[in-house]
């Protein structure tokens, strides 16, 4: 994982951080506010089994609702604002939580990639 080290302002100790993006599907804002996603990276299970650092999240954006050509540039401001990792949640890849994948889930991930891929990593689901 793409990691930064950063000083805790409190303890002095240096912390490991993942810095995250996250991007969602806009199809799915009606059914589903994120609140797996979040419990899963607050418990570090499914894609974030394992992490041993601090996961903060810089931000949650949709896709911008279809085709999902928003994705870049949200990807690329929440990059800007601190994120070392772009996650797209499993709404977009796994169709969570109707079974109904987006159908430019492909697109969307190459598309960050093509634009961000120098400088983050890509994870490309949550749970
Ligand atoms: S492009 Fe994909 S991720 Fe975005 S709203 Fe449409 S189906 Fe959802």
Known sequence: M????????NTRKD???????????RQTE???PG??????IRE???AFDGIKEEIE???MVS????PGKKAVTRAEEMVKRGA??????SCITRGNPIGFPCPHAKQIKAAIENKLGNKIRIIDYTH
């Open 2 to 9: 793409t990691m930064k080290e950063y000083v805790n302002k």
């Open 15 to 25: 912390v490991l951080f993942m810095k995250i993006g996250l991007i969602r599907c």
């Open 30 to 32: 009606d059914m589903c």
């Open 35 to 40: 609140t797996m996603d979040f419990k899963i």
């Open 44 to 46: 570090k299970k499914y």
């Open 57 to 59: 999240i810089i931000g």
């Open 63 to 66: 896709c911008g609702g279809c």
């Open 84 to 89: 070392d990792i772009i996650v797209l949640a």
